[in-house]
DNA sequence: GCCAAGCTGACACGATACTGACGCGATGCC
DNA sequence: GGCATCGCGTCAGTATCGTGTCAGCTTGGC
């Protein structure tokens, strides 16, 4: 993961890069906004730790010409402005946490993991559904604590009940997401494979809807 | 959107309940943690209010019970406690947000927004009927909360009525529209299927007009 | 009170879905 | 390179479910 530090104070930047660095995060560390900017032009980050107040200006407004542009990277702020009204008004320009300087290390280092799993698509690193805990980015799932392996088309069909929770999806539509045209398949496939999955998760994980297709069961 | 409010000091949850209805969002308060049990099994809510130190109980393995069996609705924790290793361990714990007592209301606001934003993730929209809710795009049908399995037919049949609204459909109009040419039915089929759909969905949905048809029940 | 229209429980049949078994092809390991 | 393993598409037999039909009952109009 690719951090950009934007912090002026040389001893709480270094702080802070090391101890990134010491959760195997990859940081770039700027003291300017102009350098900031730059940085975030050239290359793509997934996330931004942003002291408000910089040499060249604030960050309030720097955050809220990011997103005005359509840069949805998370961003963290860190500041020592107290003031209530300075964490609202990060907030409503975009930031998606805020450190109140002096912080913790610790906790930085949670609420970067924390954001950063928000950031990859998940509100929490496990996706928990009934007695399923799943972790796309690994592509792991448990059942009741214990692991369960799928095969690559078992997780393929399993995915995309959970990417559509509770919508319900027709045979066709679920070939048409596992297989590529021209590679039709022409019997029952996706019954077996449901029913492979269940064997394997457990029954009441896909329902059946007679007729029409099948969804996430409710759990 | 619907919010659930876990606070035993009463005079802070007054506050807080006032504020969320302030912003048009539903509350319900709960003191206990035994009820707000009750209260997250039967129901269903957006968000979580969740104090840390309740008379029944500590908030912490409360929120990781939840978690362990599968909810995902956002947690914010409210709390006194301002250790960092507490905030760590919530945050741990499965919670998206963390707010130190005391705090200012409008920021609780802008928090509340900030995780509903993020959770945002029902692109489809709910028609309401009376007590129903439906969602055409996954063929979905809650009554008073519940979901509601119909069979294929059944969906045509209640789909055909919303689309029109209001509309008086006689049984012909309603053949024609569930079943294609050749493939006649010559008994009392529609009338079998609305009451197959009177006993699922209650009996006043869709109304007899004897001698013409049937319509869509004013609810 | 009579008749027509509508309602609904029961039933049977056809359609649909489930699942264990099999075989082919790909992959991995000596 | 040969052998074992594994994934997966297919098939067939079985189980399950939906729904059209009917019969008896209820309701409503006159």
Redesign the interface.
């Known amino acids: 993961m690719r951090i950009l530090l934007i912090e002026d104070d040389t001893v709480l930047g270094a702080a802070v890069r090391d101890q990134i660095a010491g959760d195997r995060q990859s940081v770039d560390w700027v003291t300017r906004l102009d350098t900031a900017a730059d940085a975030l032009y050239g290359a793509s980050y997934d996330l931004v730790l942003l002291d408000l107040m910089l040499p060249d200006g604030r960050g309030i407004p720097f955050l809220k010409a990011l997103r005005a542009r359509g840069d949805v990277t998370p961003v963290i702020i860190l500041t020592a402005l107290d003031q209530?009204t300075d964490?609202?008004a990060g907030?409503?320009a975009g930031a998606?946490?805020y450190m109140i300087k002096p912080f913790?290390l610790?906790?930085l280092s949670?609420?970067i993991g924390?954001v950063a799993r928000?950031y990859a698509g998940n509100?929490?690193p496990i996706?928990?559904?009934?007695?399923?805990a799943v972790d796309l980015a690994a592509r792991s799932v448990h059942r009741d604590g214990r692991p369960v392996q799928l095969t690559a088309r078992e997780w393929a069909l399993f995915e995309t009940f959970l990417q559509r929770p509770?919508?319900?999806l027709s045979k066709a539509q679920l070939e048409d997401k596992l297989y590529t045209f021209g590679s039709e398949v022409e019997s029952n496939t996706i019954e077996a494979h449901v029913s492979r999955l269940r064997k394997k998760l457990g029954s009441d994980v896909i329902e059946t809807?007679?007729?029409?297709g099948y969804?996430l069961g409710?759990?």
Chains 1, 2 share one sequence.
Do not use: K, M
């Open positions: 209530i964490r609202i907030l409503n998606d946490d913790d610790a906790e949670a609420r924390s928000r509100p929490n996706i928990t559904h009934g007695p399923l509770g919508q319900l809807v007679r007729g029409l969804r409710a759990a």
